[in-house]
């Protein structure tokens, strides 16, 4: 399987806040200085790197002399401001010693989550690939709130990943991959060397974050590889503290841990539809409907028991069983007052329901994907 990522083109590498501050201790520019030359070997292959990093909201408690993480959000917000400055100075002059340029990009969960933005960010980033430009992205911290967050770099990473339909993503972090428990609480854990993205039982071994700075933990890398895997991309977890880490993996070396795609790629819009991290609304559907979604028809009205949420025509929206499990999502015709009056009722009531008609279905089959 390593020969997957051997012969990727297009990689996503991700660094996260242990490795580039040092464990909180400031910015750790030789790391930085020794990735750049990485990704420089990387793009003299012919490759194409883009590169997500962590560390701004370090990196600015550093600068302004806090030694724990604050809890409210707008020290947060600020602290990534002051620290985001300081990344993006050092990313640019490591970057520069090896004649190569930087470009930073940050991203919010709405910018991905709206078709136009989201296929704006893809332009953008592939023109800078074309350039020969190393994009640097991290999550616009400064105006995020809950609604709109990534929260941790993993996802928006694979999110990336599937943004630019890369090959490979390359999550680097302070331990050597995925272990079968936390190896900071138990000693006897051992290192897994290739598994099945999708393998469901990898995220019972995966636990929170190391270290007060960082964020996700192993949770969010083995999620991000399942995520990526809906794209067709292998992720691999490695330790970023390991010589050439960045180099070996993506020559194909058995480093870290390995986790494979095997699914078929989902079609670019439906990719979309399933990267979504929060929906407008959601469907309570009868076992009739579920069928049908199940066997590849599109949703009617008639099959949806309930629908909550304030959402407009066109939101993605999740349908649910009557125990509230998500089995599908997709962009709905009407919008939430609109949907209200029509469930339970056959498409050929809705002019007279509501006055007008959009569709006969409420989500059709093209705009919708099953999950789980
Ligand atoms: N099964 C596991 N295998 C390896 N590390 C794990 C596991 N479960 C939890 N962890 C923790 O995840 C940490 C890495 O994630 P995190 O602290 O978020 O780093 P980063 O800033 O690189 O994203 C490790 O230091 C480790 O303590
Ligand atoms: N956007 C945040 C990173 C979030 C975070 O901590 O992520 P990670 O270290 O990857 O778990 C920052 O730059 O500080």
Redesign the pocket.
Known sequence: MRTAIRNARRLVAKV????VTNNGEGLAVDALADWARQIAGLRAEGREVVLVS?GAIAAGMQRLGWTSRPQEMHQLQAAAAVGQMGLAQAYESVFAANGLHTAQILLTHADLADRTRYLNARSTLVTLLELGVIPIINENDTVVTDEIKFGDN?TLGALVANLIDADALVIL???QG???????KDPS?TLISEERAENTALEA???????GI?????ITKVRAAQRAARSGAHTCIASGREPDALLRVARGEQLGTLLYATSTPLAARKQWLADHLQLAGSLTLDDGAIEALKSGKSLLPIGVIAADGDFTRGAVVACRTRDGREIARGLVNYAANDTRRIVRHGSGEIESLLGFIEEPELIHRDNLILIG
Not at 16 to 19: E, F, P, R, V, Y
Not at 214 to 218: D, E, L, P, Y
């Open positions: 996260g806040s242990a490795l962590s993993d972090t302070d331990q995925l272990y079968t428990a936390d190896p900071r854990a071994m995966a636990g929170g974050a190391g270290s960082s964020k996700g933990g192993m």
